[in-house]
């Protein structure tokens, strides 16, 4: 469903993707793991259009969008949640949550809102609420709700646990098994290997802009190289 | 102090901050939403000084129409300038420096640009409105009264634009976050240029309240973009409301010095100020408010 094709991407005279391919099919979770800096924002910025690539092919059933601005991805079914939530901090929740549908007709809108409303029903207190003064994890129930409202196929989330309590990370992915169940697939990134790949079909291990490993989520945690750097693991333990 | 010396007073700082206040509000408008601190800002006054002297006195249009003729050139002229000028820059990642020597330039291209054309002579445009307005033992010409009145409601029009229509929230996502915004779809390149007009309008309105009481000229905006400035810093960076505020106490200040001090120091006063409330309050006294 979502592809990118050898995708580079520059910031100045800095490479920071080299040659990137990734794919996401229809009703899966991918993960997208790897340390500090080592391009994970911008993958998913590339593919979403708010960071063009100097090379290279993103593709959504087909389409190419690598050339197009961003704000054709909602209409065509992809919505992002960015680092840090990201909300409109001096606009109310509902006016967060309204903007995610800014590409769709009113009445469609209405009939999503209510959807993800019933879906993540622990913002409805809040509606009204200032979105900058909620807590983080709070505000990350937002910014999945107005990702939502542009009712994508495919939901991309940068870093969605970043900074949030062991309970509400909990929250966050069972919301994320969720909205899956519903046929969303899901391209999200994180740092933590058990995190990212327990709970997603295929990943990515991606270390200074180039992806040096790919699999089954199970493939990924198994790996001798995920285990020994990143899951703190002996070989011979393994 | 007689209380009609205090009533005078006051309804001069007012008259006088209500222009601070409509220039200042702009520059801060697009400060908010596209993080540029346009220096050419008092040229887009300047040119609707051009506008209303071609439209109302060479052409010889009614008020009404040759100021409504005056805004829209100049929020024409305002978007063309942004999309030229200033949106292909901020395509790139270092910006912010050359958008800021890209407006100076501007600002000096389009001053010299006006004295080519319109030479060094300067104009004046007879007054709009006759008459004396005698509130009690105060009387104020009507011409000055209505920048006060006219001020308010275009200010009061931008504001119901910014905080009760689709567009206003638009240009609120994309002040409160640009790439949140373009992420949901809203285009936020348009609404940059969408803002820089609004901002042009208000600076014209400004330009054309004063025409009759100072002369058009290539630097009639020079001075008031000082002024601009100093509103917004005080208003706290990029806030609108704070920027009107800001404004009318700015005029109130000056005002009232003038009467403790000569009016030659009423600038001095102003930016003392202004550099007391950096020291105290550096991010503005009336900050968090706003677009
Ligand atoms: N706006 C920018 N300008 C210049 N360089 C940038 C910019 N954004 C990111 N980079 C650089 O690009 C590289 C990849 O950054 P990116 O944010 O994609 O990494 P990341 O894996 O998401 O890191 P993190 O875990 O910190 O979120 C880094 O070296 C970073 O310094
Ligand atoms: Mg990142």
């Known amino acids: 469903m979502l592809q990118l094709e050898r995708v580079n991407v520059h910031y100045g005279a800095t490479r920071v993707l080299w040659d990137v391919s990734m794919e996401v099919g229809a009703g899966e979770i991918v993960a997208i793991m790897g340390p500090n800096g080592s391009g994970k924002s911008t993958v998913l910025k590339a593919a979403m259009?708010?960071?063009?690539?100097?090379?290279?092919?993103?593709?959504?059933?087909?389409?190419?969008?690598?050339?197009?601005?961003?704000?054709?991805?909602?209409?065509?079914?992809?919505s992002i949640v960015l680092e840090r939530r990201r909300l409109f901090p001096r606009m109310s929740v509902e006016e967060n949550v309204m903007l995610g549908a800014y590409t769709r007709k009113t009445a469609e809108a209405r009939e999503t809102y209510r959807w993800v409303l019933d879906l993540l029903p622990e913002i409805k207190p809040?509606?009204?609420?200032?979105?900058?003064?909620?807590?983080g994890g709070q505000q990350q129930m937002v910014a999945i709700a107005r990702g939502l409202m542009a009712n994508p196929r495919v939901l991309l989330m940068d870093e969605p646990f970043l900074g949030?309590?062991?309970?509400?990370?909990?929250?966050?992915?069972?919301?994320?098994?969720?909205?899956?169940?519903?046929?969303?697939?899901?391209?999200?990134?994180?740092?933590?290997?058990?995190?990212?790949?327990?709970?997603?079909?295929?990943?990515?291990?991606?270390?200074?802009?180039?992806?040096?490993?790919?699999?089954?989520?199970?493939?990924?945690?198994?790996?001798p190289e995920v285990r020994r750097v990143y899951l703190g693991m002996r070989e011979e333990a393994a | 102090m007689s209380s009609t010396q205090f009533i005078e007073l006051v309804l001069n700082g007012l008259i006088t901050g209500s222009i601070y206040a409509l220039v200042g509000s702009g520059i801060a408008l697009v400060y908010g939403t596209?993080?540029?601190?346009n220096f050419a800002h008092g040229e887009l006054m300047m040119l609707a000084g051009y506008g209303v002297l071609l439209f109302s006195v060479t052409l010889g249009w009614p008020v009404l129409l040759a100021a409504l003729a005056t805004i829209l050139l100049v929020m024409l002229l305002g978007a063309i300038i942004q999309r030229v000028t200033i949106a292909p820059l901020m395509k790139r990642e270092d910006w912010a420096f050359n958008v800021v020597a890209v407006t100076i330039g501007l600002s000096i291209f389009l001053q010299s640009a006006a004295q080519l054309i319109w030479g060094e002579q300067f104009q004046g445009v007879p007054y709009f409105f006759s008459g004396v307005a005698v509130i009690g033992d105060v009387r104020m010409p009507w011409q000055r009264i209505a920048i006060l009145l006219v001020a308010l409601a275009v200010m009061g029009l931008c504001a119901l634009v910014l905080f009760r229509t689709r567009l206003g929230r638009i240009i609120r996502a994309t002040a409160q976050d640009a790439e949140a915004a373009l992420a949901v779809g809203i285009p936020s390149?348009?609404?940059?240029?969408?803002?820089?007009?609004?901002?042009?309008?208000?600076?014209?309105?400004?330009?054309?309240?004063?025409?009759?009481?100072?002369?058009?000229?290539?630097?009639?905006?020079?001075?008031?973009?000082?002024?601009g400035f100093a509103v917004v810093i005080l208003g706290g960076l990029g806030s609108f409301g704070g920027a009107v505020a800001a404004g009318f106490l700015l005029g109130l200040i000056e005002s009232f010095s003038v009467s403790f001090v000569s009016s030659e120091w009423s600038n001095v006063v102003a930016f003392v100020f202004l550099i007391a409330v950096i020291w105290v309050r550096p991010e503005g006294l009336f900050a968090g408010r706003g677009a």
């Not at chain 1, 009204?128 to 909620?134: D, H, I, M």
């Not at chain 1, 969720?178 to 046929?183: S, V």
């Open chain 1, 49 to 78: 259009g708010l960071k063009k690539p100097s090379s290279g092919v993103v593709r959504l059933d087909g389409e190419e969008l690598q050339a197009r601005s961003a704000t054709v991805r909602p209409q065509r079914g992809m």
């Open chain 2, 34 to 37: 596209t993080r540029v601190l």
């Open chain 2, 189 to 227: 390149g348009l609404v940059h240029t969408a803002v820089f007009s609004i901002s042009a309008a208000l600076a014209g309105t400004g330009a054309i309240l004063l025409s009759p009481l100072v002369t058009v000229s290539p630097w009639m905006g020079a001075s008031y973009l000082l002024k």
């Open chain 1, 126 to 135: 809040h509606l009204n609420a200032t979105a900058g003064k909620l807590s």
């Open chain 1, 164 to 223: 949030l309590s062991p309970a509400m990370v909990k929250t966050v992915c069972s919301i994320m098994q969720m909205i899956n169940e519903r046929g969303v697939a899901i391209l999200f990134n994180e740092q933590n290997a058990k995190l990212s790949f327990a709970m997603s079909h295929r990943g990515y291990l991606l270390e200074s802009g180039r992806v040096v490993l790919s699999g089954s989520g199970e493939d990924m945690l198994d790996h």
